[in-house]
């Protein structure tokens, strides 16, 4: 039994998340259904995490295992001539058959964008959200320093969320500007439903002087979702990347 390793890039604006689902487009059924086609089995592909409806991935990982004999440089080639253009498989890799995408999984790389034009865009739409209000970045760098290290996000996330603790630990967070677009970027060892999107959120808040950067170190330690931002719409996220080591 082989244990194969994808990393995957897909735009999620056809599709209802990651998450496989009997009677909604889903990336997990669709690229199960390109394998399926390629080797004749029914496999179970492991993410790194699921993504929301709308939610794209530039270096999403998943695994699946596997008795096929494709050769293991052609195996990325082979399942994306049965997919949708919208999903691509970027590198096929065989790995160690105890790899696992979501268990293994050190620290995973979000990205946020928006477009701070006036008149947004036509062409980048489901790819950025825009935000015409003038946004101050620099206000914006000096909130966004104060969720680096550990703490309790309780602040940051959507109702719902199933995971017992809501400690986290973020690694690095920044804010750059290329013209009319605002990135926001969150490397952590894990995150809570709609967190990153909670947060970019109460960034804005910050960008258009609502909430003074000082005030997030009080907004975490709070803990009380009613004083953080709005939950930015899907769009503009992005997973970027997904660490092992």
Known sequence: MRNIKLVIEYDGKEFNGWQKQPTKLNIQGTIEQAIKSITGEDV??????????????????????????????????????????????????????RFHSRLNCKRKTYRYIINNSPYGTAIYRYLETHIPQKLNVEKMKKAVKYFIGEHDFKAFKASGTSSKSSVRTIYDAKIYQNGDKIYIELTGNGFLYNMVRIIAGTLVEVGLEKIEPEKIEEIIKEGKRENAGKTLPPNGLYLVDVKYE
């Open 44 to 97: 179970e592909l492991n993410a790194s995490g699921r993504t929301d409806a709308g939610v794209h991935a530039l270096g999403q990982v998943a695994n699946f295992k596997t008795n096929s004999q494709i050769p293991i440089e052609k195996f990325a080639i082979a399942i994306n001539s049965r997919l949708k253009k919208s999903i691509v498989i970027k590198k096929a890799e065989e790995v160690d058959e």
